[in-house]
């Protein structure tokens, strides 16, 4: 018998917002079961995500727990009914389930969102940087595993190159461009492919220079990816094992108070590509 697949991070944030709307409507497992007709075995298994659950039945729960959220409640049955096989699907089983999360969140984005301040943003990098990247982190990685990685890492940038493009925002550190991943062909290759993303009208890159005053922002580093409705938005953060997911609606509320602060400080689009091409010369 095979092993039942782990759930993606989408389809666990359905489970999540089934079981807070159970819990906005004081109602327990076993009291949702009984409205449904169900035993609580069933609502537990749709809340942890090993189990879907269908359009009607989404419908229903909705409906016993007195949702009146139209747009969240369309939004949980388009999630619900999805049954897309996006490419990251090739590497199921090569790579690590988070690594195959992200680019299904940026698939159904409706913005994105990125702050950085060491590394440039995944989705701006070029195939010679995250290859130093990747093999300075793992070094014990063969040069096969090294190549999986970067291609993965480059068939992301779909999301900003098809005909219905993410809109796209990346506010980086001088920091991020200055640290030298890999040679100093590498870091000129990097900055003329920023520049390059920045010039499609989709796409906004900010700098963050050294020398900006009163800039305390350093460990707001964040991807943020916007959802159909504002409560499924999600931010996500590095953490010691791995991406963090956060989607509590207060947290939410803070972190995109955070993104627009930090998008303030940092130097308009016009002259953060003048900044760019300084550094690129200085190379």
């Known amino acids: 018998m095979g092993t039942k697949r782990e759930p993606t991070a989408r389809q666990m944030r359905l489970a999540v917002e089934l079981r807070r709307l159970r819990e906005a409507a004081g109602l327990s497992s076993r009291e949702a079961a009984a409205m449904l007709g169900v035993n609580s075995v069933q609502i537990s298994q749709i809340e942890s995500g090993t189990s879907g659950v269908s359009e009607q039945r989404l419908r229903r729960m909705a409906a016993n727990y007195a949702c009146t959220d139209e747009g969240l409640i369309e939004a949980l049955v388009a999630i619900a009914s999805d049954r897309t096989q996006g490419w990251w ?66 068939k992301r940038r779909v999301v900003l190159e098809r005909k219905d493009p993410v809109p796209y925002e990346a506010v980086i550190h001088e920091a991020a461009l200055r640290i030298r991943v890999g040679d100093r ?19 906004t890159v900010r700098i963050i220079p050294f020398e900006l005053d009163n800039f305390g922002g350093a460990g707001s580093a964040m991807v943020y990816a916007g959802g159909p409705v504002p409560k499924l938005d999600t931010v996500i953060r590095d953490g010691p094992n791995g991406p963090v997911y956060i989607d509590a609606e207060a947290q939410l509320s803070r972190y995109r108070t955070l993104f627009r602060r930090v998008e303030a400080a940092s130097l308009e689009p016009d002259r953060s590509r003048d900044f760019i091409h300084r550094l690129a010369k200085e190379l």
């Open 89 to 154: 699907e090739q590497y199921r089983g090569q790579l690590p389930t988070p690594f195959l999360d992200l680019p299904e969140l940026e698939h159904h984005a409706t913005c994105r969102w990125d702050v950085e301040f060491l590394h440039v943003p995944g989705l701006l990098q070029t195939a010679e940087y995250a290859r130093c990247l990747f093999s300075y982190v793992n070094p014990e990685f063969p040069s096969g595993d090294v190549d999986l990685w970067v291609e993965h890492r480059m």
């Open 185 to 203: 062909l590498t870091a000129r290759g990097q900055l003329h492919r920023i520049l390059e993303s920045s010039e499609a009208d989709h796409v």
